[in-house]
């Protein structure tokens, strides 16, 4: 049975009224609420908009304060302002509180922090006494951007422990919560002075003031990976989550063969909660299908076919994993044989604009701002998609695990690439906040983002309007897909909760001017996506592709940098492509060996398969008789010459830094290396070039990466 509470307590404030009588709604609170900054205040603040949503049946009225404080002992404490007196006279039957803002100043929040609840209590019971039977909301605060001068001086923590304080006043006050943080926090775009919403951001708030108020969420609604031909992980408990309106019963229910003993369906029930959030946990399952999945709310209902319990992939990076099928070496044989992998399902994500040398036109542009960069048409069989448009890496992984798995377990690939985009950009905005606030300045003039990337994103956003609506200039609240968390926001967002079993990564090229920065980065990318994504007790894996070959002088200290990163993270592994690289090209065309290096990587690690997965990695070194360099092996077995010639590209250096040529010669598990110009080696490095010859692999073909070693 329907159970819309919020729809029931407005009939019930309304009880006793006539019919002429209006809901009265004041909303309550500082500058935001005022609408400071609004051209058009009187129509587009965020209680103007609110009036438009309800509706003639609703009395709206604005009582925000500017610089109004929710502590007595500022100045301008709201309870001294005459919109406070003003509210209490109104006698409102719906009462929306945002205050707490200005507290962060550092004059009120360190030395009137412990008076914050008690005093907000106490204004909470001031607009009960003036109508008892009054709805009370209170608010979580909307963002303060990087950019506010006080931001990292206090500002950024005293934000976060205001909305703590929020959240126990809505507790022990026994009223609503409003979240006015989230459904703004990912666009800066909308603050123009990091701390008040435009018009728009304005309208963003009052739609979320409206749902909240009156239960309306807009219906059944299901996250962007729910479809047709979906994937869902095996073998842990199964959520199964979505929006109704608030008190709405919702059911969930699966069928097919063999789901369990004795049952060919799976039946659960929940219950939206105030801000519209329903959940189900199902029982894990083993890998099977196909399966129906029925949502159903109300009259409404959602019908998903052809669903599997098997393994999910989201396949990431930028444009070497974006690199299509029908681009790489074997794209002949790869497209013939696409359509014939029955097991294998895709969910691919394209951005709607392209990051070439263009200026992107405003229609572009507005989409941008409004995180509508990525498309996708949900869930497909590879009968369905377009497999000649698809990632080539992903492709080559997710066959290569169908290939090697049990029959019955289906891959799911969720494939998010786009072209150019750094590191940086695919980190959540809280992670960069709090862990690495200084990439965020002035992102296109700020050092800590590759020069190459700035440029080309300057370049795309060059006909964006300026604030006021007029062109020229440039416009730095713009959003681009270059942009710190920008990725994050459009593309791994819409995913998050997403149960997964693994990741696979190809990216850093737009990184790798500087090993030092991405060695900070990379750690704080996985830290976002493992918040972000269901895993299960251990870390989530992630499996990556080194930068291959390319005459870019940064490169091999890059790479070395990435094997060290594969060495020290958790659940963390390397796969090496340096020989399959082109001197020229920073698109190589050989897709084919890297997706199955990956794949190679994750049999081992992630399904425990008895496979040699990586070429031999130095794991103990040191200085042999004086003259002599002595490395050992792990992954050695059949160590040998790729080309049946003498080791190439080992150096050694003495004391003085210089490395020289040397000869390497393998023993066993080992190698010894020997320069006539070092009598005395503290380092050996290999495959030390941007276009490197190397040729260093073990017995099954997998080549070694390039590394550096210094001595103790």
């Given at each position: 049975?329907?159970?819309?509470?919020?729809?029931?307590?407005?009939?019930?404030?309304?009880?006793?009224?006539?019919?002429k009588?209006?809901?009265?709604?004041?909303?309550?609170?500082?500058?935001?609420?005022?609408?400071?900054?609004?051209?058009?205040r009187?129509?587009?603040?965020?209680?103007?908009?609110?009036?438009?949503?309800l509706?003639?049946?609703?009395?709206?009225?604005?009582?925000?304060?500017?610089s109004?404080?929710?502590?007595?002992?500022?100045?301008?404490?709201?309870?001294?302002?005459?919109?406070?007196?003003?509210?209490?006279?109104?006698?409102?039957d719906l009462?929306?509180i945002?205050?707490?803002?200005?507290?962060?100043?550092?004059?009120?929040?360190?030395?009137?922090?412990?008076e914050?609840?008690?005093?907000?209590?106490a204004?909470?019971?001031?607009?009960?006494?003036?109508?008892?039977k009054?709805?009370?909301?209170?608010?979580?605060?909307?963002?303060?951007?990087?950019?506010?001068?006080?931001?990292?001086?206090?500002?950024?923590?005293?934000?976060?422990?205001?909305?703590?304080?929020?959240?126990?006043v809505?507790?022990?006050?026994?009223?609503?919560?409003?979240?006015?943080?989230?459904?703004?926090?990912?666009?800066?775009d909308?603050?123009?002075?990091?701390?008040?919403?435009?018009?728009?951001?304005?309208?963003?708030?009052?739609?979320?003031?409206?749902?909240?108020?009156?239960?309306?969420?807009?219906?059944?609604?299901?996250?962007?990976?729910y479809?047709?031909?979906m994937?869902?992980?095996?073998?842990q408990?199964i959520?199964?989550?979505?929006?109704?309106?608030?008190?709405?019963?919702?059911?969930?229910?699966?069928?097919?063969?063999?789901?369990?003993?004795?049952?060919?369906s799976?039946?659960?029930?929940?219950?939206?909660?105030?801000?519209?959030?329903?959940?189900?946990?199902?029982?894990?399952?083993?890998?099977?299908?196909?399966?129906?999945?029925?949502?159903?709310?109300?009259?409404?209902?959602?019908?998903?076919?052809?669903?599997?319990?098997?393994?999910?992939?989201?396949?990431?990076?930028?444009?070497?994993?974006?690199f299509?099928?029908?681009?790489?070496?074997?794209?002949?044989?790869?497209?013939?044989?696409?359509?014939?992998?029955?097991?294998?399902?895709?969910?691919?994500?394209?951005?709607i604009?392209?990051?070439?040398?263009?200026?992107?036109?405003?229609?572009?542009?507005?989409?941008?701002?409004?995180?509508?960069?990525?498309?996708?048409?949900?869930?497909?069989?590879?009968?369905?998609?377009?497999?000649?448009?698809?990632?080539?890496?992903?492709?080559?992984?997710?066959?290569?695990?169908?290939?090697?798995?049990?029959?019955?377990?289906?891959?799911?690939?969720?494939?998010?690439?786009?072209?150019?985009?750094?590191?940086?950009?695919?980190?959540?905005?809280?992670?960069?906040?709090w862990?690495?606030?200084?990439?965020?300045?002035?992102?296109?003039?700020?050092?800590?983002?590759?020069?190459?990337?700035?440029?080309?994103?300057?370049?795309?956003?060059?006909?964006?309007?300026?604030?006021?609506?007029?062109?020229?200039?440039?416009?730095?609240?713009?959003?681009h897909?270059?942009?710190?968390?920008?990725?994050?926001?459009?593309a791994?967002?819409?995913?998050?909760?997403?149960?997964?079993?693994?990741?696979?990564?190809?990216?850093?090229?737009?990184?790798?001017h500087?090993s030092?920065?991405?060695?900070?980065?990379?750690?704080?990318?996985?830290?976002?996506?493992?918040?972000?994504?269901?895993?299960?007790a251990e870390?989530?894996?992630?499996?990556?592709v080194?930068?291959?070959?390319?005459?870019?002088?940064?490169?091999?200290?890059?790479?070395?940098?990435?094997?060290?990163?594969?060495?020290?993270?958790?659940?963390?592994?390397?796969?090496v492509?340096?020989?399959l690289?082109?001197?020229?090209?920073?698109?190589?065309?050989?897709?084919?060996e890297?997706?199955?290096?990956l794949?190679?990587?994750?049999?081992?690690?992630?399904?425990?398969?008895?496979?040699?997965?990586?070429?031999?990695a130095?794991?103990?070194?040191?200085?042999?008789?004086?003259?002599?360099?002595?490395?050992?092996?792990?992954?050695?077995?059949?160590?040998?010459?790729?080309?049946?010639?003498?080791?190439?590209?080992?150096?050694?250096?003495?004391?003085?830094?210089?490395?020289?040529?040397?000869?390497?010669?393998i023993?066993?598990?080992r190698?010894?290396?020997?320069?006539?110009?070092?009598?005395?080696?503290?380092?050996?490095?290999?495959?030390?070039?941007?276009?490197?010859?190397a040729?260093?692999?073990?017995?099954?073909?997998?080549?070694?990466?390039?590394?550096?070693?210094?001595?103790?």
């Open positions: 049975m329907k159970r819309n509470f919020f729809a029931l307590l407005l009939v019930l404030v309304a009880i006793g009224a006539t019919a009588d209006k809901i009265k709604v004041a909303c309550v609170g500082n500058s935001v609420t005022y609408g400071y900054g609004i051209a058009d009187e129509h587009c603040s965020y209680p103007a908009q609110l009036q438009q949503m509706g003639e049946d609703y009395d709206v009225r604005n009582f925000g304060r500017s109004a404080t929710l502590t007595s002992r500022s100045p301008m404490a709201y309870i001294k302002q005459p919109e406070y007196r003003e509210a209490i006279d109104f006698k409102a009462v929306v945002h205050l707490g803002l200005n507290d962060t100043d550092p004059r009120w929040w360190p030395n009137y922090s412990e914050f609840i008690p005093e907000y209590r204004l909470i019971d001031s607009f009960r006494v003036a109508n008892p009054a709805r009370i909301w209170v608010c979580l605060l909307t963002p303060i951007g990087h950019q506010h001068h006080r931001f990292q001086s206090g500002t950024r923590d005293w934000h976060l422990q205001v909305t703590e304080a929020i959240r126990k809505a507790l022990g006050a026994g009223v609503g919560l409003i979240d006015l943080f989230t459904p703004l926090s990912c666009r800066p909308l603050f123009p002075d990091a701390l008040h919403p435009n018009a728009e951001g304005a309208g963003i708030l009052a739609r979320t003031v409206c749902q909240n108020l009156t239960g309306n969420f807009g219906g059944l609604q299901m996250p962007l990976t479809s047709d031909n994937v869902l992980q095996r073998n408990p959520v199964i989550n979505g929006k109704a309106n608030a008190g709405d019963e919702v059911e969930v229910k699966i069928e097919g063969l063999n789901l369990q003993p004795q049952t060919s799976l039946k659960y029930q929940s219950v939206a909660d105030s801000w519209g959030c329903w959940s189900v946990e199902l029982p894990a399952m083993t890998a099977g299908g196909p399966y129906t999945m029925t949502v159903k709310s109300g009259k409404q209902k959602k019908v998903y076919r052809n669903v599997w319990m098997g393994d999910v992939w989201l396949c990431s990076g930028q444009s070497n994993m974006e299509m099928l029908r681009q790489c070496a074997t794209s002949a044989a790869d497209l013939k044989e696409a359509p014939m992998q029955q097991r294998l399902h895709v969910m691919a994500m394209y951005p604009a392209a990051t070439d040398n263009v200026e992107w036109p405003q229609a572009v542009l507005d989409s941008v701002n409004a995180l509508k960069y990525m498309t996708t048409a949900g869930w497909q069989t590879m009968q369905q998609v377009d497999a000649g448009r698809l990632s080539a890496v992903a492709y080559h992984f997710g066959k290569t695990l169908c290939d090697s798995l049990e029959d019955g377990v289906h891959i799911g690939l969720i494939c998010n690439p786009v072209g150019g985009t750094p590191a940086e950009a695919w980190i959540d905005r809280w992670t960069l906040q862990d690495y606030p200084q990439i965020l300045y002035g992102w296109l003039h700020n050092d800590h983002i590759q020069d190459w990337v700035r440029g080309r994103a300057a370049k795309n956003i060059a006909l964006a309007l300026n604030q006021d609506g007029s062109k020229g200039g440039a416009n730095e609240l713009q959003r897909s270059y942009e710190p968390c920008y990725m994050y926001e459009s791994i967002r819409p995913l998050e909760g997403t149960a997964l079993k693994g990741v696979i990564w190809y990216q850093g090229e737009s990184n790798a500087n030092e920065l991405h060695t900070r980065l990379f750690p704080l990318l996985e830290k976002s996506w493992r918040k972000a994504f269901a895993f299960g870390p989530l894996p992630f499996y990556f080194q930068l291959s070959s390319l005459n870019r002088p940064s490169w091999p200290r890059f790479r070395n940098s990435q094997r060290l990163l594969a060495e020290g993270l958790p659940q963390t592994w390397m796969a492509s340096t020989d690289g082109d001197s020229l090209d920073v698109h190589p065309i050989y897709k084919k890297v997706g199955r290096r794949a190679l990587q994750a049999l081992r690690h992630s399904y425990g398969h008895d496979v040699v997965s990586q070429g031999p130095p794991i103990a070194w040191r200085a042999d008789e004086g003259d002599e360099a002595v490395i050992s092996f792990s992954d050695a077995d059949g160590m040998h010459a790729s080309d049946g010639g003498p080791l190439r590209t080992f150096e050694v250096a003495g004391e003085d830094g210089v490395y020289y040529p040397a000869v390497a010669v023993e066993g598990d190698i010894r290396i020997k320069s006539v110009e070092v009598s005395h080696p503290v380092s050996v490095r290999y495959g030390w070039q941007p276009f490197t010859r040729n260093l692999v073990n017995g099954a073909g997998l080549p070694a990466s390039t590394f550096e070693l210094i001595f103790n």
